[in-house]
């Protein structure tokens, strides 16, 4: 996160590299620098991952689906664990992408929404952090076929973008509810991190609902497309995300490709890590990944398709960090009310200055950010309760958002 807190700075995590003439071909050293400050990366490449328990296969834990998947090596049959049960299950559905733009090209992974080759991915992906012209797309899958995509629409606030492959036949993934998933379940991380293509990790999950700050892939206002993977621009301003904490070894390269839980069924969209590393382009996994819950993904996947855009609640309220005690205090206890848009959906709805917002929809408030988070992470006109405390009570409110776009 940016603020002084936590020491965060949050960034896409990814392997992009300037293009180098074509009589000179580049490698990018990983980087053996002394850890410094704790970093938010967003992680652009590709990675599969998948888990089922083996009793779910029979006392011999054999897997009869193990021969459709070419890249999950299975040499003795009658002695899987669950982690190979979830990667033969996952990882037919996760491709890799590569992307390259004028002068810039990087790596990232996607998962496969339908048979007709709809994919989903992360918008800093496809965009290369925002560039959108002349950018090429080629995916690879699991079984080694290569077609080229194109891009259908993208969301920056949530980072996540769909892509159409020209091509059909693929294996779609499965999604799970992100809502019923809890802290301790086990979890795989799909996808090709630093180039290693069809690599799997695993896992569990660290924490629910943890909101990071990362650079929009947005173009930038001013119409340049400076590809600057590892540092925060100063001409974006920051969206949050509300994601899904894990410790399934996550690594540059996994950006947009599958977080499933032990059945492989999709949980989450990889699309950060933290760490330890401030100093270098090629950053390491520390235990502290991120990806965005599935419900999210979901939703966003299904209006880009049916619509090409997706909208975002709003409302209609300036919040800051309410703190413990008094202003310098360290810790935030919930989102507090500093003004009120008249007649927005926050006012309509009886919220008042002061008020101070500790859940929405169930899930824990504590920060200015979190419920920025959790709001936008919401459509346009959605219903949300919200928890306040008011001059020492708890009282719930219920609001409709309001549509962003229209802010």
């Known amino acids: 996160m940016s603020d002084n807190r936590n020491h ?3 960034q896409f995590l990814g392997e992009k590299v300037s293009l180098p003439a074509p009589s000179q071909p580049t490698q990018t050293p990983v980087s053996r620098k002394a850890p410094t400050t704790l970093v938010v990366v ?60 004028k002068s810039s090209a990087g790596t990232g992974s996607g998962v496969v929404l339908n048979s007709a080759g709809y994919i989903l991915t992360n918008a800093h992906v496809v965009t290369l952090d925002g560039e959108t012209e002349n950018v090429k797309i080629e995916i690879k899958t699991s079984a080694g076929k290569i077609f080229k995509a194109s891009i259908v629409g993208t969301d920056p606030t949530n980072d996540l ?24 379940d086990f979890a795989v991380a799909i996808g090709s991190p630093l180039g290693y293509d069809a690599t799997v990790t695993s896992g569990v999950i660290s924490a629910m609902n943890r909101t990071i700050s990362v650079d929009s892939a947005a173009v930038p206002e001013d119409g340049s497309s400076s590809l600057q993977l ?22 540059p ?12 069924q999709l949980i989450g969209i990889n699309v950060a890590i933290a760490s330890a590393d401030s100093g270098s382009s090629q950053v390491g996994n520390i235990g502290v990944g991120f990806a965005i819950p599935s419900n999210v993904a979901k939703r966003v996947a299904d209006q880009i398709i049916k619509t090409g855009k997706v909208s975002h609640g709003l409302l209609g309220a300036m919040v800051s960090d309410a703190k413990f005690s008094d202003s310098s205090a360290s810790f935030s206890v919930g989102a507090l009310i500093e003004k009120l848009t008249p007649e927005g959906p926050a006012e309509k709805a009886g919220l008042k200055v002061g008020d101070v917002v500790i859940e929405c929809d169930g899930n ?5 950010k979190t ?3 959790a709001i936008r992470a919401k459509p346009a006109k959605a219903k949300v309760t919200l928890k306040v405390l008011r001059d020492g009570s708890e009282i719930s409110i219920a609001a409709t958002l309001g549509d962003a776009a229209t802010n």
């Open 253 to 264: 390269g996994n950006s947009g490709g599958a977080l499933v839980n032990d059945k492989g």
């Open 161 to 184: 973008a769909v892509i159409k492959a020209a091509g059909s036949g693929f294996s779609p993934i499965e999604f799970a509810d992100s809502s019923m998933v809890n802290v301790g």
């Open 371 to 373: 419920l920025t988070a």
């Open 8 to 10: 965060f700075n949050n």
């Open 364 to 368: 824990p408030i504590d920060s200015a």
């Open 230 to 251: 590892w540092q925060n621009r100063n001409d974006r301003a920051p969206v949050n995300l509300d994601v899904i904490q894990t410790d399934a070894a996550i690594n």
């Open 42 to 101: 967003l992680i652009a490449t590709i990675g599969s991952i998948v888990g089922a328990y083996l009793g779910a296969y029979g006392a011999t834990g054999s897997l009869p689906f193990i021969s459709s998947t070419q890249n999950v090596v299975i040499n003795n049959p009658n002695n899987v664990n669950w982690v190979s049960a979830a990667a033969a299950k996952g990882l037919p559905s996760v491709v890799t992408l590569s992307v390259s733009g």
